[in-house]
């Protein structure tokens, strides 16, 4: 029995495919504000190139295996989806680098531009009306908070 090919787990393929999809995550968590913030679309990127090194080694490994098929198979179904994870991975990072500062938008405590939105009974809103003289002259009395609320459809 010494003729017979044994079978080992590729350690490297399915390294490189849990590395992939923390490349993908990292930027999720990017939107959590974690402390170190800046480094993590680097993070990304750092993680997807050593995965790429850790799919090439794990489909060496898998081809060079002879008649192991469905080994065969499943490594390079595993490397192409991995490959789609780093490519979504890199695909985000540069897009996001691609967004415009916003320079015009209101810093905290400063006091935001006027603007009209309708309430929820569909009436015309102002800030300045907000924040107006009752019509008979009485004292000012601002509310208490101003909620927006932004959805799809409505920017």
Known sequence: MPDMIQSHRNWAL???FLLALGALLCNAVFFVNPP???AIPWLSVLLAGVSLIF???GLQRAFGQPRVYLGK???SIVALVSLLLV????FSFFQARAIPASAGAPKVGQTAPDFTLADTSGQAVSMAQ???PAADGSQVVPP???LLIFY???W
């Open 73 to 75: 198979i499943l490594s």
């Open 87 to 90: 490519g979504v991975a890199i």
């Open 152 to 154: 799809r459809g409505y």
């Open 14 to 16: 399915w390294l490189g």
């Open 130 to 132: 907000l924040f107006a």
């Open 55 to 57: 799919l090439v080694r």
């Open 36 to 38: 170190g913030k800046r």
């Open 144 to 146: 208490k908070a101003v």
